[in-house]
């Protein structure tokens, strides 16, 4: 795991809806820790620019924790432009989670 001032899984927890990504990362126990979180916006971009030291990600899009609307969230896409956008909240995008430090 690479500390970019999060800690960040080395796995991904594969696709899902919004909702079931943000379940899936507070439910996840990992490393005897039970306080992961899907990352905010803010944060997946600065995971994105770590990237490769990371390692594990699909070239795909990456929920966020961050709304854009009612029925739309912010996602942070891995190697593909451009790289935030917001997308349903029910279409599956890839989930990672992260820690704080």
């Known amino acids: 795991m690479?500390?970019?001032?999060l800690i960040v899984d080395n796995n991904d927890l594969g696709t899902a809806?919004?909702?079931s990504a943000i379940q899936m990362c507070e439910q996840?126990?990992?490393a005897d820790y039970?306080?992961?979180y899907l990352p905010s916006l803010a944060e997946l971009s600065v995971i994105a620019q770590y990237?490769?030291?990371?390692g594990g990600f699909e070239t795909a899009r990456?929920?966020?924790n961050t709304e854009y609307s009612n029925s739309e969230a912010w996602?942070?896409?891995?190697n593909i432009a451009p790289n935030q956008q917001h997308w349903p909240k029910?279409?599956?995008s890839r989930v990672r989670c992260v820690r704080k430090r």
């Not at 990237?51 to 990371?54: A, H, K, L, R």
């Not at 996602?75 to 891995?78: A, E, K, N």
């Open 28 to 30: 996840l126990t990992k």
């Open 17 to 19: 809806t919004w909702s």
């Open 2 to 5: 690479l500390d970019v001032g």
């Open 34 to 36: 039970t306080d992961w």
């Open 51 to 54: 990237e490769n030291q990371i």
């Open 75 to 78: 996602c942070q896409q891995i």
């Open 90 to 92: 029910d279409y599956y």
């Open 62 to 64: 990456y929920w966020s």
